[in-house]
């Protein structure tokens, strides 16, 4: 008896500790990220963010050394605090305040107090630094940029924020990241893979060697160089042509959908967003909200194309076989429809215009014509107006055009269900007539300017388009991605498309841009005149029309597609039309001989025509 | 050396011995070693000198096979001398280590005389025991048994080291089976619980308490005096039931009310109540022989512990000092600091924690190479253990223990003189107190008290007073065939 009472204290003893000993290993797991914590520092290696190049191998970004001031709130040792902030040019309540912060954080784990100095700080600081305990200079790596043009494209890198450090775990908090342009769209090439260092740490907080020997450590791998399809030169042409304007070039090859040049205006310069200058010159260019330079107007500024949109009808014309080359359509000063003798009015030429001089005029008449009898084809409008549609998409409108700039719009190509909601079908009944406005551009159709350029290569190419991309070569290989390198094909058999661009090319000989060719190049265009309207106090006001212009050249083995977008730019060749032609000219020359009309480029501002509505009182347009 | 002696040796014994020294020897290697190269001479390594300690041992472990067991029995009393005086000489002699004067200087090596006064102390009440006269159940035997036993714990608390002291309650174990009355464990194990809820609440909670568990007692045990007792019982046993109901009732809607005090005392109160019920009832059936139940022996018992209550309570606040009563408190859970006083068992339990299944490897333990846990090559060796071999390694070294223990009891139930037997249970009561406390400490269960894990922990002195303790009774085991 008395044995058994012995045997039991020491079998119970043991289960107890057994007990115990599940509990603190494996019920309760909280013991096992508190040892991670306690034992191990992890240090990541950060790569070299890759360098971008333009299509000739000009360096437009690379890296610079920065210099980030860390505190470790515990190691601090009372200083010159006067010394210190004038040295570093900071207040002494922003520094007790980031000290506080430093602290608050974590009084062992280094915080930043002041990031991103200047080389002359640095140098300047590092001499006084032993002065300084608990502080040390971290170095960073920035971007910088080569370049003062597309900042649109290039975007920026900033820290990565909160949200995205819950999505994606590779992220940590400080991280930098690509936030915009091919920063972002090409941020898993550009950063590489940061390395991982595991730290076995003692009880003092001291490096005691490598964790399991480095068996966990990884290697930083490098990022990787980016070459654009961008030709910094027209860029940069592009971007001084745009000064006081609001609009977008955007410039394509059409044999491969290269983006040359992707201009929107107003912009910034992409080193204001580099290194501590960065949050307050972001701030003014966010809260710019009229001028809005942060909105790459060639990618998500949606228009009425207006009459470059004509050259599609005239194809899907030609494609449904309503009207052939020769077939004249007569213009009294506009189109005439409906029991009441609506009108859409047209400019004064010659008439009747059969399709060539048709484009070249820009006849509303003629498009009206068209339009309706594609339309009318079918039994139903409904019907009538999804061909149409379906056709018009095949050009890339109306969606996203799939580019690798992580910014777009869809555009807008209406279809039966947009007209049957607009008015209210089958309550009651639409007509052709009631679309008649898409016919010339306006209306329901809505197109960015890369779209707009878009449609102008599918033309230059007679029925097929590349999706436009900026990306040429990673790491000097050239892309392979299919998206880009095999054509998509419009719905427009390729003979409908010669008298299309012969219209266009006497767009230049003897039509609306005829003032603006460009001796030996033979240039194909179509000028554009939008209506637009805006609201002011809540009433729907018009605004000076919009200047459109689209072009490809040459004629035969185009080199160059060309769609400009100037907002409230009179009209056509006023001034999309001037800086389309020049933009040809120094592309495919090279150089500019038309200085006087360059000169009237640069000369000309836009801004007092932009500053109309908001100036509270009555104006004009078009004036 | 009779040669059949040695092949009587227990050899499970032997091996589960040299199962813990190995295996502890290894994780003193992993906890403490400097040098990325493997040495057999660098002094400066611990596990260098604890394996110098291991092989010295073995000699010991010679000597103490080849001295005849009579010597053992005769000299109990001599060597008990001598250790008293080794222990009172550390008052003259004896070099200040970590604030406590427990050791002899002999140049680098230091000796601890109180690793060894357990295995003499051990012999002597041996001894004692088994003299013809000794009858352990009258109290002057037991009062002399006593002093043997706490003497030697007396010269060591000045050390100071009550750790050391506190294992001397070990010799319950001999006492005990030697025929020690009961109420001696159930007057411990009452006093350690109510040391516990002492401290745990108040004084005057626990005497009200245990005011009322009598009450309760009381009025199960009266309803057994008169002839109807059937009709008691039932009577009783509604009381005690409705009691049940109506606490567990209040208890449900309490959730909403937990600021209403005077319920959660009513509740509190009733429960008590009828726990003392219930007992009476449940243990009526033995003492149902007495007629009456003695109320003057209830209101003494009343009176001892209401007494033992306050004066606990006024020790512990008075008389000890800050770091005892934090100890305490930390284990109560009365107090949570991970950074000062509760760093150790703190760190400790992360190291056992992150251990997981299988831990993380030999030499691989994050929390052992960064040294957060302090002294971990010595008492908190096992803390080793549970990181790099993980439950598996741990529980496997408890196994280990408890086998050697019961193995023990085996060893010792089987020894035909009184002498081995006592100095069996000896040894089984002093690994088991330094097992229980030792790992109770590592594991966060109990309190800090620093004392090693036998066989496991660094330290020559302790090493050799452990292998000494456990070779003389594998001596006395192997010379049984040689008794009569």
Same mark, same amino acid.
């Given at each position: 008896m008395r044995k058994l009472l012995l045997y039991l204290i020491i079998v119970t003893t043991g289960v107890v500790f057994v007990a115990r000993l599940f509990y603190l290993q494996i019920y309760n797991t909280s013991f096992a990220s508190l040892s991670e914590d306690n034992a191990i520092k992890v240090i990541y290696d950060y790569p070299q963010r890759g360098a971008i190049y333009d299509r000739n191998g000009r360096l437009l970004v690379t890296n610079q050394p920065s210099y980030d001031v860390m505190v470790i709130p515990r190691e601090l040792k009372p200083f010159d605090t006067l010394e210190f902030c004038s040295i570093l040019n900071i207040s002494k309540d922003k520094l007790i305040k980031s000290l506080r912060k430093a602290r608050v954080y974590s009084p062992?784990?280094?915080?930043?107090?002041?990031?991103?100095?200047?080389?002359?700080?640095?140098?300047?600081?590092?001499?006084?630094?032993?002065?300084?305990?608990?502080?040390?200079?971290?170095?960073?790596?920035?971007?910088?940029?080569?370049?003062?043009?597309?900042?649109?494209?290039?975007?920026?890198?900033?820290?990565?924020?909160?949200?995205?450090?819950?999505?994606?775990?590779?992220?940590?908090?400080?991280?930098?990241?690509?936030?915009?342009?091919?920063?972002?769209?090409?941020?898993?090439?550009?950063?590489?893979?940061?390395?991982?260092?595991?730290?076995?740490?003692?009880?003092?907080?001291?490096?005691?060697?490598?964790?399991?020997?480095?068996?966990?450590?990884?290697?930083?791998?490098?990022?990787?160089?980016?070459?654009?399809?961008?030709?910094?030169?027209?860029?940069?042409?592009?971007?001084?042509?745009?000064?006081?304007?609001?609009?977008?070039?955007?410039?394509?090859?059409?044999?491969?959908?290269?983006?040359?040049?992707?201009?929107?205006?107003?912009?910034?310069?992409?080193?204001?967003?580099?290194?501590?200058?960065?949050?307050?010159?972001?701030?003014?260019?966010?809260?710019?909200?009229?001028?809005?330079?942060?909105?790459?107007?060639?990618?998500?500024?949606?228009?009425?194309?207006?009459?470059?949109?004509?050259?599609?009808?005239?194809?899907?014309?030609?494609?449904? =076989?309503?009207?052939?080359?020769?077939?004249?359509?007569?213009?009294?000063?506009?189109?005439?429809?409906?029991?009441?003798?609506?009108?859409?009015?047209?400019?004064?030429?010659?008439?009747?215009?059969?399709?060539?001089?048709?484009?070249?005029?820009?006849?509303?008449?003629?498009?009206?014509?068209?339009?309706?009898?594609?339309?009318?084809?079918?039994?139903?409008?409904?019907?009538?107006?999804?061909?149409?549609?379906?056709?018009?998409?095949?050009?890339?409108?109306?969606?996203?055009?799939?580019?690798?700039?992580?910014?777009?719009?869809?555009?807008?190509?209406?279809?039966?269900?947009?007209?049957?909601?607009?008015?209210?079908?089958?309550?009651?009944?639409?007509?052709?007539?009631? /679309?008649?406005?898409?016919?010339?551009?306006?209306?329901?159709?809505?197109?960015?300017?890369?779209?707009?350029?878009?449609?102008?290569?599918?033309?230059?190419?007679?029925?097929?388009?590349?999706?436009?991309?900026?990306?040429?070569?990673?790491?000097?290989?050239?892309?392979? =991605?299919?998206?880009?390198?095999?054509?998509?094909?419009?719905?427009?058999?390729?003979?409908?498309?010669?008298?299309?661009?012969?219209?266009?090319?006497?767009?230049?000989?003897?039509?609306?841009?005829?003032?603006?060719?460009?001796?030996?190049?033979?240039?194909?265009?179509?000028?554009?005149?939008?209506?637009?309207? /805006?609201?002011?106090?809540?009433?729907?006001?018009?605004?000076?029309?919009?200047?459109?212009?689209?072009?490809?050249?040459?004629?035969?083995?185009?080199?160059?597609?060309?769609?400009?977008?100037?907002?409230?730019?009179?009209?056509?060749?006023?001034?999309?039309?001037?800086?389309?032609?020049?933009?040809?000219?120094?592309?495919?020359?090279?150089?500019?001989?038309?200085?006087?009309?360059?000169?009237?480029?640069?000369?000309?501002?836009?801004?007092?025509?932009?500053?109309?509505?908001?100036?509270?009182?009555?104006?004009?347009?078009?004036? | 050396m009779a040669k059949s002696s040695v092949a009587a040796i227990d050899w499970i014994t032997v091996l589960l011995f040299l199962l813990l020294v190995g295996f502890g020897w290894g994780n003193i290697y992993s906890a403490s070693y400097e040098n990325q190269v493997f040495s057999f001479t660098d002094l400066s390594e611990v596990y260098v000198k604890q394996g110098y300690w291991i092989l010295l041992s073995i000699v010991l472990i010679i000597i103490t096979q080849a001295i005849e067991v009579k010597f053992y029995e005769r000299f109990a009393g001599l060597i008990y001398v001598i250790s008293i005086l080794s222990l009172l000489g550390l008052f003259v002699f004896g070099k200040n280590v970590n604030g406590a004067t427990s050791w002899y200087g002999f140049g680098p090596v230091g000796l601890q005389p109180s690793e060894f006064a357990k295995s003499c102390t051990a012999l002597a009440l041996a001894k004692y025991l088994s003299d013809m006269q000794t009858n352990i159940k009258l109290l002057s035997y037991q009062v002399r048994a006593f002093v043997i036993i706490v003497l030697p714990a007396v010269v060591i608390i000045p050390q100071p080291d009550p750790g050391s002291a506190l294992i001397y309650a070990a010799f319950f174990f001999p006492l005990y089976r030697e025929g020690l009355a009961a109420i001696y464990l159930i007057v411990g194990a009452s006093a350690a619980v109510l040391f516990i809820f002492t401290l745990l609440f108040s004084p005057i909670f626990v005497v009200v308490s245990v005011f009322l568990f009598m009450i309760g007692f009381l009025i199960a045990r009266t309803s057994f005096m008169n002839k109807e007792r059937k009709s008691r019982i039932y009577l009783v046993l509604g009381i005690f039931i409705t009691i049940l109901i109506l606490s567990y009732s209040i208890l449900n809607t309490l959730e909403t009310y937990k600021t209403l005090t005077i319920i959660n005392i009513a509740i509190l109160t009733s429960l008590i109540t009828a726990l003392g019920t219930f007992i009476g009832l449940f243990t009526h059936r033995k003492l149902s022989d007495r007629q009456k139940p003695q109320y003057f022996r209830f209101i003494l018992i009343f009176l001892t512990i209401t007494s033992f209550c306050f004066s606990v309570n006024y020790i512990f606040n008075n008389i000890f000092e800050q770091r005892h009563r934090d100890r305490f408190n930390l284990v109560l859970g009365k107090e949570v600091d991970t950074k000062g006083i509760g760093y150790n068992t703190n760190q400790s339990e992360i190291a056992i924690g992150s251990g997981g299944w299988t831990g993380k490897g030999f030499k691989e333990g994050t929390q052992t190479k960064g040294g957060f846990v302090p002294e971990q090559q010595t008492d908190y060796i096992f803390s080793t253990v549970g990181e790099e071999w993980g439950f598996l390694g741990a529980t496997m070294i408890i196994i280990l223990f408890v086998l050697l223990l019961i193995r023990l009891i085996h060893l010792a139930e089987r020894q035909k003189t009184q002498f081995s037997r006592v100095y069996g249970y000896s040894v089984i009561g002093i690994l088991f107190i330094h097992f229980a406390i030792n790992i109770g400490m590592v594991t966060g269960l109990m309190p800090t008290i620093g004392i090693p894990l036998p066989f496991f922990s660094y330290g020559g002195s302790g090493l050799w007073g452990f292998t000494i303790l456990l070779f003389i009774f594998i001596k006395l085991d192997s010379n049984r065939v040689n008794e009569w």
């Open positions: 062992r784990v280094p915080s930043i107090i002041v990031p991103q100095l200047t080389k002359d700080e640095y140098a300047y600081l590092q001499e006084k630094m032993r002065k300084f305990e608990g502080f040390y200079i971290q170095k960073r790596s920035l971007r910088d940029y080569q370049t003062e043009n597309a900042a649109n494209v290039l975007g920026y890198i900033g820290e990565v924020n909160e949200a995205l450090i819950q999505r994606n775990p590779y992220y940590l908090s400080g991280d930098l990241i690509g936030i915009d342009g091919v920063e972002k769209q090409y941020e898993k090439e550009l950063r590489g893979v940061k390395g991982v260092k595991r730290i076995q740490k003692d009880r003092f907080n001291r490096d005691i060697g490598p964790y399991k020997n480095g068996k966990f450590d990884t290697l930083p791998v490098n990022g990787k160089d980016l070459t654009l399809t961008l030709d910094s030169k027209l860029q940069a042409y592009g971007q001084k042509l745009m000064e006081n304007k609001r609009g977008g070039i955007v410039v394509l090859e059409p044999s491969t959908g290269e983006i040359l040049a992707l201009v929107t205006a107003p912009t910034y310069k992409p080193e204001l967003l580099v290194g501590r200058k960065r949050s307050p010159n972001f701030t003014k260019l966010v809260y710019d909200t009229l001028a809005i330079p942060l909105f790459d107007r060639g990618l998500k500024a949606e228009y009425p194309p207006g009459s470059p949109f004509k050259t599609i009808n005239a194809l899907i014309g030609l494609q449904e =076989n309503v009207i052939d080359t020769k077939e004249s359509v007569s213009c009294r000063m506009g189109y005439y429809y409906g029991k009441r003798g609506k009108k859409l009015g047209c400019h004064s030429h010659r008439s009747p215009l059969n399709m060539i001089p048709g484009i070249a005029n820009s006849c509303n008449a003629y498009f009206a014509t068209v339009y309706r009898r594609v339309i009318e084809k079918y039994d139903t409008p409904q019907e009538g107006i999804d061909n149409w549609s379906k056709h018009v998409q095949s050009f890339g409108l109306g969606n996203y055009l799939g580019n690798d700039l992580p910014e777009g719009k869809r555009g807008k190509v209406p279809t039966s269900k947009t007209y049957n909601r607009m008015y209210q079908y089958p309550t009651y009944k639409w007509y052709a007539s009631a /679309t008649l406005s898409n016919s010339i551009g306006q209306g329901e159709v809505l197109a960015t300017p890369i779209q707009l350029a878009n449609i102008t290569a599918a033309i230059a190419n007679r029925g097929y388009y590349y999706t436009p991309h900026i990306i040429k070569a990673i790491d000097g290989r050239p892309i392979e =991605n299919e998206n880009y390198t095999i054509p998509k094909i419009t719905t427009i058999d390729k003979e409908h498309f010669e008298p299309v661009i012969e219209g266009m090319h006497q767009v230049y000989t003897q039509g609306t841009a005829s003032s603006l060719q460009v001796e030996g190049i033979e240039i194909c265009g179509k000028t554009g005149t939008a209506e637009n309207f /805006t609201k002011i106090d809540g009433k729907k006001t018009q605004l000076t029309d919009h200047s459109v212009f689209v072009a490809f050249a040459p004629k035969t083995n185009p080199k160059i597609a060309i769609a400009v977008f100037v907002e409230n730019g009179y009209w056509g060749s006023r001034y999309a039309g001037k800086i389309a032609s020049l933009m040809i000219e120094q592309h495919i020359n090279g150089s500019i001989t038309r200085t006087d009309l360059e000169k009237w480029l640069l000369t000309h501002s836009l801004e007092e025509e932009y500053a109309k509505p908001y100036s509270g009182e009555p104006f004009k347009i078009n004036q | -």
